[in-house]
């Protein structure tokens, strides 16, 4: 994995983001922010999940004022996080209308394709930038290729056709729109280190190209995100891949993965892929990790299946106890193996592990912890006396929280 490009550092709401600091996790809600019980309840159960920020629909009058609520009720029940105020269209009219609402936001995100037309967006952008910079407000300046200006899209149609180079016009007009937008927030008065650029897309080669070209022309920091995923398995993978090549390349300070949800009010899903991302790539660990066997004509018997499935619970049910009461406890490798091929290997690389017996094999689980064995499990008590050396090692391993 490649060294961090360098950035600035942004600070949103006590959060900051860029490349001295770990890759931040945000999300954003879908309820409508005009019912405040929803949204916050929402936000909540996406921070509960590990989103470290939060950005929320402001569209029209109801929404900006709901805003100042919203806050209340998180500030009431000891929900402190960064929230992201997301406009497009009216972003200058409602931040100009409900000063207190630009006051509290944590940050403003704006699309330049949607600040407004040719001849209004300079005015427009300078009353947001002039009210970002009043408070003392971070901006995310995100492009969508899905919303380039109608005027730029017009000159990419000759003769009634796309050119043939369409889609890289498309992409180099993705990034003039969003670095342009950049150095004019900063020529009207804002810093640098307030600005933090994404440009977003939906193919994972596109994106990938594109934020492989826009970092080679800026120190922003750069916020990470496929586009209109899609649903399922088909999106999550795209996302992984598409996030995991751009992050192995020292690419990205902030990531969300945008999924379309199974069902509107659900959300937690797409936080649950980032850190499984975060982690894949060793970048920070959420809690321990479970190396199991995948299994093969040796494995006959689907007990380290079960196994594997009681200890994943085990952690699910333990997690939020053992945070409070042991430093680093997230950082544990525990192994799961099903016969003698790999299993003692793998076992002795894990934390603490345990190779189960393949078919034919010799009725016994060797226990590995840090690398010796330990012990040799039998009988019908394997799952509880297995559980039971795992909270042991904890207890033993990790520094208590004072």
Not at 102 to 128: C, H, M, Q, T, W
Not at 274 to 295: A, E, H, R, T
Not at 357 to 381: Q, Y
């Amino acid at each position: 994995m490649k060294q961090r490009r360098d950035t600035y550092n942004v600070n949103v709401g006590g959060v900051i983001i860029g490349s001295t600091e770990p890759i931040r996790i945000q999300s954003m809600t879908n309820t409508p922010t005009e019912d405040i019980t929803a949204t916050a309840n929402q936000i909540k159960a996406l921070y509960d999940s590990g989103s470290e920020l939060v950005r929320v629909t402001v569209n029209n009058e109801k929404s900006a004022e709901n805003i100042i609520k919203i806050k209340d009720i998180l500030y009431k029940s000891n929900y402190i996080l960064p929230i992201i105020g997301d406009f497009h269209y009216n972003a200058h009219t409602l931040l100009s209308s409900y000063p207190e609402t630009a006051a509290i936001l944590d940050k403003y995100r704006l699309n330049p394709g949607n600040v407004g037309s040719s001849n209004k967006f300079n005015d427009n952008f300078a009353e947001i930038i002039e009210i970002a910079i009043k408070n003392d407000k971070p901006i995310r300046i995100g492009g969508n290729w899905g919303s380039l200006s109608k005027q730029y899209l017009e000159d990419t149609i000759i003769n009634g056709k796309k050119s043939d180079n369409y889609e890289s016009l498309i992409k180099e007009g993705l990034i003039q729109s969003v670095l342009k937008s950049a150095k004019y927030a900063e020529k009207l008065g804002l810093r640098s280190d307030k600005i933090i650029l994404s440009c977003k897309v939906s193919s994972v080669s596109q994106l990938v190209d594109v934020y492989s070209d826009i970092a080679t022309k800026c120190k922003y920091p750069l916020h990470l995100g496929l586009t209109e995923a899609g649903m399922g398995d088909n999106a999550v993978v795209s996302s992984v891949a598409a996030l995991s090549i751009l992050l192995n390349k020292g690419i990205g300070d902030t990531i969300r993965v945008s999924l379309t949800p199974d069902k509107m009010g659900v959300r937690t899903k797409e936080v649950e892929v980032c850190k499984d991302i975060l982690s894949s790539l060793n970048l920070k660990q959420f809690k321990p990790k479970v190396i199991s066997c995948p299994g093969c004509g040796r494995t006959s018997s689907n007990y380290f299946i079960e196994l594997t499935k009681d200890i994943n619970n085990h952690i699910d049910n333990n997690m939020i106890e053992w945070k409070t009461k042991y430093i680093g406890v997230e950082n544990i490798n525990i192994a799961v193996m099903g016969c003698i091929v790999n299993g003692p290997g793998e076992s002795r690389h894990a934390n603490i592990g345990i190779s189960l017996p393949g078919t034919n094999e010799s009725p016994s689980a060797p226990v590995f912890i840090d690398g010796k064995k330990v012990t040799t499990l039998k009988g019908d008590r394997i799952r509880d006396d297995f559980i039971r050396l795992i909270e042991e090692y904890i207890s033993k391993k990790y520094k208590k929280v004072s």
